[in-house]
């Protein structure tokens, strides 16, 4: 099967397609891929710097949605089911194996693409906002990193548990997918925090997710509430910042971990819980994937560098068939 590969770890130009056994499913569900989710992990992986190492060579790619070639006895999967997937690794190929408990049948109005877009980033941010964050009904909710793949499920989760959504994103041209997941508002990183007190009458936000970090974290830190929750993503602005605990005691604010992957293997069980939680939401329109460029699975060194380079909008997706 043709399949993308990091053999070496010299970022995301080195990716190559090449032809590769398939998977054996080992106990696990077998899925024809037809399309594959790009993540910002992967530009990590294709540099060594991500915190699991798989031996070289090896493909990446953590989430799909295709149909199920053959699946274990009391999986209720049948050949032929429409899917979504988080197989962790081996996404970029055309056939992947995958635990039976990281597979989730798809909703007839949701298409490949769609369900390509949903496992890692809508998963992770119903796991910040509702199992972290503790999000209310009513709240105001910052997004950083607005116009990319967390960023609109970050949008899009929040207003169907009712909470205001203001969306930062680094540029004007990126404001359009912000507003297509549905924020409220779209606030240029720049000046961030003096816009988001003027929109909130000097109030501040209830939550921040942000899974940027860098230079903007302390300004996030000062955009909360009383009693405000900040929930620390990941850093894809290169910088882990580091924070004056001090800061934490002047309006009672908290700074939160989410930490999804090492959350869910110790809860067996809980990502098909998240999954029930979301399926009313995808039958009912509440969800639905901002989706950016669609390359084929030979780009996949582009689709990768996409994300490097900060250009992404929308969810960037690799077709495979």
């Known amino acids: 099967m043709r399949a993308a590969q990091?053999?070496?770890?010299?970022?995301?130009?080195?990716?190559?397609?090449?032809?590769v056994p398939e998977p054996d499913s080992d106990g696990?569900?077998?899925?024809?891929?037809?399309?594959?989710?790009?993540?910002?992990?992967?530009?990590?992986?294709?540099?060594?710097?991500?915190?699991?190492?798989?031996?070289?060579p090896f493909v990446p790619g953590s989430e799909v949605a295709g149909t199920v070639r053959s699946a274990?006895?009391?999986?209720?999967?049948?050949?032929?089911?429409?899917?979504?997937?988080f197989p962790g690794f081996g996404g970029f190929a055309e056939v992947a194996a995958v635990d039976p408990g990281f597979v989730f049948p798809l909703p007839d109005g949701v298409s490949f693409e769609q369900g390509a877009a949903l496992p890692m980033n809508y998963l992770t941010m119903h796991f910040a906002l509702r199992r972290r964050g503790q999000l209310r009904e009513g709240e105001t909710v910052l997004v950083h990193g607005a116009a990319g793949g967390l960023g609109t499920a970050g949008i899009q989760l929040a207003k169907a548990y009712g909470a205001r959504v203001l969306a930062v994103v680094s540029s004007e041209a990126k404001g359009g997918a912000a507003r297509a997941a549905g924020a409220d508002e779209v606030v240029l990183a720049d000046g961030f925090r003096d816009r988001v007190k003027e929109l909130t009458g000097g109030r501040g936000v209830d939550v921040v997710a942000d899974p940027v970090g860098g230079d903007r974290f302390t300004d996030s830190l000062r955009s909360l509430a009383r009693e405000g929750r900040l929930l620390v993503l990941g850093f894809t602005g290169g910088e882990i910042p580091t924070v004056k605990v001090n800061r934490l005691l002047l309006n009672n604010v908290s700074v939160v971990g989410v930490g999804w992957g090492a959350f869910w293997t110790g809860e067996p069980g809980y990502v098909q819980e998240q999954w029930r939680d979301l399926q009313p939401l995808l039958e009912r329109g509440a969800l639905d994937p901002v989706l950016g460029t669609v390359h084929d699975l030979a780009d996949a060194a582009a689709?990768?560098?996409?994300?490097?380079?900060?250009?992404?909008?929308?969810?960037?997706?690799?077709?495979?068939r």
């Open 72 to 85: 274990p006895a009391g999986s209720g999967l049948q050949p032929g089911r429409r899917v979504a997937a």
């Open 28 to 56: 696990g569900v077998l899925i024809d891929v037809h399309v594959a989710g790009v993540t910002f992990p992967e530009v990590l992986l294709s540099r060594g710097q991500y915190q699991i190492k798989p031996p070289l």
């Open 303 to 320: 689709a990768v560098t996409e994300l490097d380079e900060r250009r992404a909008t929308g969810k960037v997706l690799l077709r495979v």
């Open 6 to 19: 990091i053999a070496t770890l010299d970022g995301p130009s080195a990716i190559s397609v090449v032809d």
